[in-house]
């Protein structure tokens, strides 16, 4: 247990000073702007906008900033910042069918209508150090086809959903609105809404974890990239004293369907089933690992044996949100005196009392 | 400028509000200076930064679900009889004020075709073209993967 502790002060002010000069480094090195991070940092911008679960590129720059590059503390910052904001409502749920595209690939239908888009991506690159990036990088002259991609392209798992043989997702009766985890307690069993929540917002790196550990065999699944997605989709928010649907602008968002064998069940035929994953900004590896532990917690709506980590909601859900998590293994830092105190006077009692047993032993037996 | 949208066409209204709702401050802000500055106007409701939740889709068209935030910044204005509104992605008050301004003039028949003209049809055909020269990049990398056949037959 943490208990106050009183005093400190001229210590603590010093340590501010003294992070804020370790975070300038070398004052003969230029320094950085936000706009710089915000501009060149984008991948960045974009785990700390999902972890902080706050759409702000600006604001994602500051926090990485002031963080030094710590994107946890970075995302910490974010969601400090949210709580002194007014929510305003939700927006009109986004539709990714209607997204401007600058990349769209899949992994299972070679030629889908529209055709595969590899945009700006690191997959076919030879991971070669570019020194040139060390001397100022030139921003070479970029192609431009003739023709723009097809206004709308289809989603992939629409395709074979024509065919039945994709699990469909369709809205539940009425479209309710959905649980907010910010407003209440996370519940079990929890449904997807949920569950969907939690993964957005949870930690890139665990939810990689988990995701590999089902494609080795600790999951039972078998996913294929149905389709990833990644562009600007608009964001349409209805004001009550207006009562119709006004644009706020749009946001860059990746989206990825995943695509898994099932065999079937008493009372589901075999077919395909999917996970879904969402992520703001460019942010391929969290939608793709999101979207693989969205498909193993359905486990028991497809009546799976949940035996693996990735399959018990429970673990996943309480344990995918880095802040939480950083604030309580950090914690661990603050003064915990009394209680060692407390632990150190119960081990100090319990090893004299073992000694004098021993003695009372040892003069019975003489 | 939302071409690809789900929604029934939009309004004139609805058009204009999402041309300023995308637009820099600072264009705005020229706009009026080249007009004669900003007209006088009462503020209704103090331009406000908020946040707005994000909601996605299962699968993209299934169950909603809570996406995450963005921040949004929100101001409402009279100017002679009508009320002027904006809603904007962002924490850029002064830039919240301006749009709300003009939501107000133009519905004002006498500037209506003014402001279209000179400020939002220019500006709804640089979005246009933008975002046609990002489609252009975009399709100049789509790939035709070919199934190589394996083995003798």
Known sequence: MYVAVKGGEAAILATHDLVAEARRGDVSVPELSVAQIREQMKLAIARVMNEGSLYDEDLAALALKQSQGDMIEAAFLLRAYRTTLPRFGSSVPVDTAAMAIRRRISATYKDLPGGQVLGPTYDYTHRLFDFALMADGVVPEVAQADQPLDAVMPRVPDILGAEGLMESELPPQGDPAPFDLTRDPVEFPADRDVRLQTLSRGDEGFLLGLAYSVQRGFGGNHPFAGEIRMGEVTVEFVPEELGFAVDLGDITVTECQMVNQFQGAKDIPPQFTRGYGFAFGHSERKAMSMAIVDRSLKARQFGEAALYPAQQEEFVLYHADNVEASGFVEHLKLPHYVDFQGELELLRKIRSEQIERQSTQQEAAE | ?153
């Open chain 2, 1 to 153: 400028m939302n071409d690809q949208s789900q929604s029934s066409p939009k309004t004139d209204r609805q058009i204009w509000m999402a041309v300023l709702a995308r637009a820099e401050a600072k264009v705005l802000h020229d706009y009026f200076e080249a007009h004669g500055g900003l007209p006088v106007f009462q503020i209704m409701k103090p331009a406000e930064t908020g946040t707005v939740m994000l909601e996605g889709r299962a699968g993209g068209s299934g169950r909603r679900f809570n996406a995450g935030e963005a921040t949004m910044t929100r101001c409402v204005v009279r100017l002679e009889g009508q009320l002027g509104f904006s809603y904007a992605l962002g924490r850029d008050k002064h830039k919240a004020v301006l749009a709300a301004v003009l939501d107000a003039a133009l519905q004002d028949t006498a500037q209506h075709d003014q402001i279209m003209r000179e400020l939002i049809t220019p500006l709804l055909q640089q979005h246009n073209e933008a975002k046609l020269e990002a489609s252009r990049k975009a399709a100049a990398t789509k790939v035709e993967f070919f199934t190589l056949v394996r083995g003798d037959g």
